[in-house]
C-alpha cells in the first residue's frame, strides 16, 4: 500500500468519523427539540445540550479542514488514475451522500427548533412585561395609598 491509498483510506475514515459526528449532532438537537416542547423548558438542560453539540460541532470543523485538505492534495491523483481507485471512489461518493442527507436533516430539525425557541422567548418576553406591569401598578397603588393615608393622618393631627 503506497502512500496515496493510505491517504484515501484516511479520507474514507474522515468521512466515515464526520458521519458519525453528525449522527451525534442530531440527536443534540433532537433531545433540544424535546426540552423545547415541555411545558415548562429547562434551560440548564438546554444550555447543557447546547454545550455538547458545540464541541461535536468543533470536532466536525476539525474533520472537515483535514478532509479538505487531503482532497486537494489527492484531487489529481485520483482523478489520474480513477480506474484503479474506482471502489474506493464509489465508498466516498455513498459517504459524501450520507453525509448530505444527515446535513438536510440536521438543518430541519434545527429550522423547528429556531421556531420553538423563538415561540418560547416570545413568551417569556411577554410574562415579564405583564409582571413589569403589574409590579408598577402594584407599585403606583401603593405609593398613591401611603400618600392618601398621610394626609388624612396630618388633618387628625391638626384638629387634636
Known sequence: MDNNETYIQVMIQ???????????????????????????????????????????????????????KLFERMQEEIQLRREQY????????????????LSVVLQTSE???????????????KEIKAFKMSNTSASKYYQNMANQHQGQSY??????
Do not use: A, P
Open 86 to 101: 474506482k471502489e474506493e471512489i464509489i465508498e466516498m461518493q455513498g459517504l459524501i451522500k450520507e453525509i448530505t442527507d
Open 14 to 68: 474522515s468521512l466515515n468519523r464526520k458521519r458519525e459526528v453528525l449522527e451525534q449532532i442530531i440527536e443534540c438537537t433532537q433531545g433540544q427539540e424535546l426540552v423545547l416542547r415541555e411545558e415548562e423548558v429547562d434551560l440548564d438542560d438546554f444550555g447543557d445540550l447546547i454545550d455538547e453539540k458545540q464541541k461535536w460541532i468543533e470536532q466536525l470543523n476539525l474533520l472537515d479542514t483535514g478532509f479538505e
Open 155 to 160: 388633618f387628625l393631627d391638626k384638629k387634636k
Open 111 to 125: 429550522l423547528r427548533n429556531k421556531v420553538r425557541f423563538e415561540q418560547y422567548s416570545m413568551k417569556k418576553k
